[in-house]
Each structure stands twice: as structure tokens, then as C-alpha cells.
């Protein structure tokens, strides 16, 4: 069984992060553990009613004041870990190596360890601070994944954008995944 982390913060864009898990259960390999920061909290009563369903899926879930759970430590094997959506103070601590939420903390432990990281910025328009906090993580490992749907699919309405977006997500977790369309030139 391969475990995947999911975090959520509290920037905009949880039809991005609840469609990802609604995928990601439907590997039955997978097990998906879910941290959600207080801030996502709130912007999850905004943007995605009935939300309570989607959460239910995940395997385990943590606050991001657990610091005591099981990803907080190098010892905890898994497969990858996406923070979606990643608001830009997580994509700041993350970059910084900060550790002071289960969130920070994990992703820090993610980096040390040479586990994927994907990090899912939603915010526009980006600052040179943003880009500067982008390229840092890059540079330590993560992969920088803001979401950009394509359109070479044909989408037919917004959940086709946002299936694009969490397809590439789980590609970079190399997770088999037919959620749209491949380009075939």
C-alpha cells in the first residue's frame, strides 16, 4: 500500500484539492493521509459545500497542530506528499525550511528525505518574493505545479480544468491516472 500525504492551506482553490482526493481513492493501493490547516478550514466553508464527504475518503486526517504525527518524522515512509492548494506563506516556510505546523513540517521532512513534493501555488499575480520562494523550493526538490489547465483536451466545463490539473498532480506522485485525455500529437 503506498502512502500518499495531502495537505491543505488556506489559499483559494479546494476544487483542486478535493477532486485529487476523490481520485487519489479511487486506487485502492493508495492510502491517503490529510492534513488541513485552520486557514483552509475557513476557505473550504467558502468555496466547496458539502466538502465533509471528500475529507471522509482519506485514510487519516491531523490538524496542522499535530506535530506529533506520524509524517512529522523521516522514519515515516511514503510516496510523496502534494500541498494543494499551497497557500504563500506554506510555499514561504517550505522554501524556508520553517517547521513550526505539521504542514511545514512535513513537507521539510519530505525534502530531507528525497521524497516527491509537490507544491500547488494559487495566487495571482505572483510578487518576485512568490517567485523568489518558488525557485528556492524548486531548488531543494519540490516540484512547483501552479494550476494551469490546458485547453489541447477540449474541456467541456470546469471540473474538466480542474480533473487537467489534478491529472498532471498525480503524475508527478507517479500515479497512474486516466482522468482525461493524453495528448497523442
Known amino acids: 500500500?503506498?502512502?500518499?500525504?495531502?495537505?491543505?492551506?488556506?489559499?483559494?482553490?479546494?476544487?483542486?484539492?478535493?477532486?485529487?482526493?476523490?481520485?487519489?481513492?479511487?486506487?485502492?493501493?493508495?492510502?491517503?493521509?490529510?492534513?488541513?490547516?485552520?486557514?483552509a478550514k475557513k476557505v473550504l466553508d467558502l468555496e466547496a459545500s458539502g466538502y465533509e464527504d471528500i475529507l471522509a475518503l482519506t485514510d487519516y486526517r491531523y490538524s496542522q497542530n499535530e506535530l506529533g504525527a506520524p509524517m512529522a518524522s523521516g522514519?515515516?515512509?511514503?510516496?510523496?506528499?502534494?500541498?494543494?492548494?499551497?497557500?504563500?506563506?506554506?510555499?514561504?516556510?517550505?522554501?524556508?525550511?520553517?517547521?513550526?505546523?505539521?504542514?511545514?513540517?512535513?513537507?521539510?521532512?519530505?525534502?530531507?528525505?528525497?521524497?516527491?513534493?509537490?507544491?500547488?501555488?494559487?495566487?495571482?499575480?505572483?510578487?518576485?518574493?512568490?517567485l523568489q520562494n518558488m525557485l528556492t523550493a524548486l531548488d531543494a526538490g519540490a516540484s512547483i505545479m501552479p494550476p494551469c489547465p490546458g485547453f489541447y483536451h477540449q474541456p467541456r466545463d470546469i471540473q474538466d480544468l480542474i480533473r487537467h490539473v489534478v491529472s498532471r498532480i498525480m503524475d508527478a506522485l507517479d500515479i497512474e491516472n486516466q482522468i482525461f485525455p493524453r495528448w497523442k500529437g
Open 75 to 130: 522514519s515515516f515512509q511514503h510516496s510523496g506528499m502534494v500541498i494543494c492548494p499551497c497557500s504563500m506563506a506554506t510555499l514561504a516556510a517550505v522554501a524556508q525550511g520553517l517547521g513550526n505546523n505539521l504542514i511545514h513540517r512535513s513537507a521539510d521532512v519530505t525534502l530531507k528525505e528525497r521524497r516527491p513534493l509537490v507544491l500547488v501555488p494559487r495566487e495571482m499575480p505572483l510578487s518576485r518574493i512568490h
Open 1 to 39: 500500500m503506498r502512502k500518499i500525504i495531502v495537505a491543505i492551506t488556506g489559499a483559494s482553490g479546494m476544487p483542486y484539492a478535493l477532486t485529487l482526493i476523490n481520485e487519489l481513492k479511487k486506487n485502492k493501493q493508495l492510502e491517503v493521509h490529510l492534513i488541513v490547516s485552520d486557514a
